[in-house]
């Protein structure tokens, strides 16, 4: 990869904070944009804003084609086998709340269980507590080892003919684990049960295959992949997506409306109510088609390589204790220093130009397992380096001179 021409796509990299050169490390809560992307979007904004589908004028049938091409770049980038199952929304966290909603009211009733994990972030946690308090569906969740991987054992002990639904994250955002999904998957088919897969944390770093991996549903942002904000995909198996009712109503999901009765527009428009965000659907397909130019396969491997040597570099650290030491571990390190708030942490280098995230990252229950407030969070992305790395040890090292 080439680490300069890759930076110099990215504007906002060169800026400095408080007189420093800007170290961006909080790719897990967004990542920034290459100019293509933004350019894509401006240039539509310029050239051919009209509102999709419904126009049979020529900037609403532009509009149209250039939406529809990019529901099948992403299409294409998970493999998904049609673009009938690529439903665009807000972010994952709209995703999981359409499956929750749709799948829960088509599937589950009183008594029927759910199982998530303890890694879980607030978006695969809540939606399926809101449907427990609706339908008296019960949450399972699988407990983590102390190295923050998910005990198999137990999950595999959950799995029963009351489960109808797994929900699990593919990486976490805390702890950087990548799950084992192929054998989560593989155990809950066994025993016909469908999976869900957070893939928040692992569109943006490696290549997804939603065939290959058989999975039933795949959720994911834009934001986070190198796209604009307010879009997510959800990625869901024909067959399960036919059978799910609309999750809100209102214009393009509509086949006719009467007072009388209403009939539903086929997928994936079923599940796509009100004007979609169609210039930042053509901005995500730009991001997508720069990521795979790159490569998807050079981008995992290089931020698993800065991974294991930022691990290295930081277990030089005095006192530093990491959340999170999987064997199969990416792009996300979460760690403490001495008795140093998390918080004092993250704002003393932030002065140092250095932007890491502190808190609870939306994942409190991992906290209360860990026995933690909160911890401080470097994420990488693909144009974060070394260097940068150094500058987050040498600027550890220096708040902690500061204590
Ligand atoms: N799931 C995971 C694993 C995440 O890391 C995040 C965001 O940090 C989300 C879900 C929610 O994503 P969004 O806020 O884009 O809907």
């Known amino acids: 990869m080439d680490m300069n021409k890759i930076r110099a796509d990215f504007p906002i990299l060169s800026r400095e904070v408080y007189g420093k050169p800007l170290v961006y490390l909080d790719n897990g809560a967004t990542v920034q944009k290459p100019k293509c992307m933004v350019d894509a979007m401006a240039d539509e904004y310029f050239t051919v804003n009209a509102n999709v589908h419904r126009g049979v ?40 709340n359409l499956v929750a909603f749709s799948f829960g009211e088509a599937f589950l009733s009183q008594g029927d269980e759910v199982i998530i994990s303890e890694m879980e972030h607030h978006s695969n946690i809540v939606p399926w507590q809101l449907l427990a308090e609706r339908k008296g569906i019960v949450l399972k969740v699988v407990p983590i080892t102390d190295s923050g991987e998910l005990c198999m054992d137990s999950y595999k002990e959950m799995l029963s003919s009351k489960t109808k639904l797994v929900s699990i994250t593919h990486v976490s955002n805390v702890l950087g684990t990548v799950n084992p999904v192929k054998d989560i998957i593989k155990a809950a088919h066994d025993l016909d049960i469908p999976v869900l897969l957070d893939g928040a944390q692992s569109v943006p770093h490696m ?58 527009n086929e997928l994936p428009f079923k599940f796509e109510a009100g004007t979609p965000d169609f210039v ?101 992305g693909m144009y974060n380096t070394k260097e940068e790395v150094d500058i987050l040890v040498k600027g550890i090292d220096r708040v902690k001179s500061m204590f």
């Open 57 to 96: 004028h020529y900037l609403s049938q532009q509009a149209t084609e250039l939406h529809e091409a990019a529901r099948m770049t992403v299409c294409n980038h998970i493999n998904a086998a049609s673009i009938n199952e690529v439903i665009f929304t807000k972010g994952t966290t709209e995703s999981i």
């Open 207 to 264: 290549k997804v295959d939603v065939q290959d991996l058989d999975v039933d549903f795949y959720v994911f942002s834009a934001h986070k992949a190198y796209g604009p904000t307010g879009l997510g995909v959800l990625y869901g198996k024909e067959k399960w997506l036919d059978r799910m009712p609309p999750y809100q109503g209102g214009g393009e999901m509509i086949k006719s409306v009467s007072f009388e009765k209403t009939t539903f």
């Open 280 to 380: 930042g659907t053509t901005g995500f397909a730009a991001a997508l088609d720069y990521m795979n130019a790159i490569g998807m396969h050079e981008i995992e491997a290089h931020e698993r390589e800065l991974t294991i040597y930022a691990m290295n570099q930081l277990a030089q650290v005095e006192d530093i204790r990491f959340f999170g030491v999987a064997e199969n571990k990416t792009s996300v390190i979460s760690f403490l220093v001495g008795d140093i708030h998390h918080f004092d942490m993250g704002t003393l280098l932030d002065r140092l130009g250095i932007a890491v995230r502190t808190g609870h990252h939306c994942a409190q229950p991992l906290m209360n397992r860990l026995g933690i407030e909160g911890t401080v969070r470097a994420s990488f």
